[in-house]
Each structure stands twice: as structure tokens, then as C-alpha cells.
């Protein structure tokens, strides 16, 4: 789909992944959708999310649409190092509420020769670069952009807008509290009301 051959691949390591875009795009769906695929081909796999993300179940990763797949809460990235030191692939769902620790977690994985599959926000509610997500792009070897569909206008969407005051960073919710914008419904909400003279 996404991935090339190796030109040589006896000298193949890991790899970092990352699935980004707004909420309710399908990153968690395709993040497990990867994660099952590497479980029939026999790899050892390993899920993590953060303690944080308890919106539909405790344990599990689940997708808008409840697709699921065991995981294991950590409270820091620094756990997934130890918990995934055996694996040929690791899943990380919800990256956004790690630590900036997630980013050498993730590479120090990879150089290991693990393949490191990473799902988060993009940006935040005021469409800002979110937490360790940047990073976690930058140093990637491959970078999958989802798409959810504007609530507004019927384009593609990739701003998560807040439709409550909260002005917290970290707000779980789901459609009660956000909705997927597309670039000008998202800049005609956030605009400050011009006041007419």
C-alpha cells in the first residue's frame, strides 16, 4: 500500500509509522487494521495507550466505529521500552497524550529493528501542532494523513473543533464535544466577530 521494497534487505532495521489526522478520520481503525494484519503474519505485537484514554473501555483500543484490539495502559512512555523489548511490532494509539519521551521510545524501538506503529492527533482543538506529534512525524519514515468529513460543508476535514468552552489542552470527548471542520469552516468558527462600525 504505502511501503516500499528495501533495496537491501539484510540491512533492513525498523521503522517508524505514523497514522495522523483530526478525530473521528479513522486513525485508530487503521492503526488496528495494521496491527491485525502483522498478528496473522505470525509477529509478535504489542498495543500500548496511555492511561489518559479510558473513553470507551479501560484496556482496550477502540475506534469510533468499536473496532478493538487489546492494549496495555501505560502511564509514561518510558514503560513501552521495557514492555515491548521482544516485539517485531508496536502498536501506540492516542501518541498526542504521551510525553515528549515518546519520540526516543519510538526510535530507540525502530533502531532495534522493531516496527513501530504510532496514531494521534495532529493538532489540537485550536489547530496547533499537538504535543510530541511533530516530532513523531519528522523522524518517521512514513507519514499517513486520514481525512474525517466536515460537519459544515462536506469537504475533507483535519481541524478537531471544540464546540464547549473548555479551554483545557486534554478534554476527552467524543461527537458530544467535537466535530471534524474542514480549513474554512474551522477559520470561520475560530475568526473573532468583527464588530461593525
Known amino acids: 500500500m504505502f511501503l516500499e521494497n528495501s533495496i537491501n534487505p539484510l540491512l533492513q532495521n525498523g521503522w517508524i509509522e505514523v497514522i495522523c489526522g483530526s478525530m473521528f478520520s479513522g486513525k485508530t481503525e487503521e492503526l488496528i ?3 491485525k494484519r502483522a498478528e496473522i503474519a505470525k509477529q509478535k505485537v504489542e498495543i500500548f495507550k496511555p492511561a489518559t484514554d479510558n473513553r470507551y473501555d479501560e484496556n482496550d483500543v477502540v475506534s469510533h466505529n ?8 501505560v502511564p509514561a512512555a518510558a514503560n513501552i521500552r521495557i514492555l515491548a523489548d521482544t516485539c517485531d511490532v508496536v502498536g501506540i494509539d492516542e501518541a498526542q497524550f504521551f510525553d515528549d519521551g515518546i519520540v526516543k521510545v519510538c526510535n530507540d524501538l525502530a533502531n532495534k ?21 511533530p516530532a513523531l512525524m519528522a523522524t518517521a519514515e512514513y507519514v499517513t ?8 460543508t462536506g469537504n475533507l476535514a483535519h481541524y478537531s473543533h471544540r ?35
Not at 468499536?66 to 495502559?73: E, F, R
Not at 522493531?114 to 494521534?120: D, E, L, M, S
Not at 494523513?145 to 459544515?152: D, E, F, L, N, W
Open 33 to 35: 487494521r495494521r496491527l
Open 66 to 73: 468499536t473496532t478493538s484490539i487489546s492494549a496495555t495502559v
Open 113 to 133: 529493528g522493531i516496527r513501530v506503529i504510532v496514531a494521534g492527533l495532529d493538532m489540537d482543538f485550536k489547530g496547533q501542532p499537538f504535543g510530541p506529534m
Open 145 to 152: 494523513k486520514v481525512h474525517a468529513i466536515c460537519t459544515k
Open 163 to 197: 464546540k464547549n468552552n473548555d479551554e483545557n489542552l486534554v478534554v476527552l470527548g467524543e461527537s458530544d464535544a467535537y466535530e471534524p471542520l474542514s480549513r474554512s469552516a474551522f477559520n470561520k468558527i475560530m475568526q473573532p466577530t468583527k464588530k461593525e462600525n
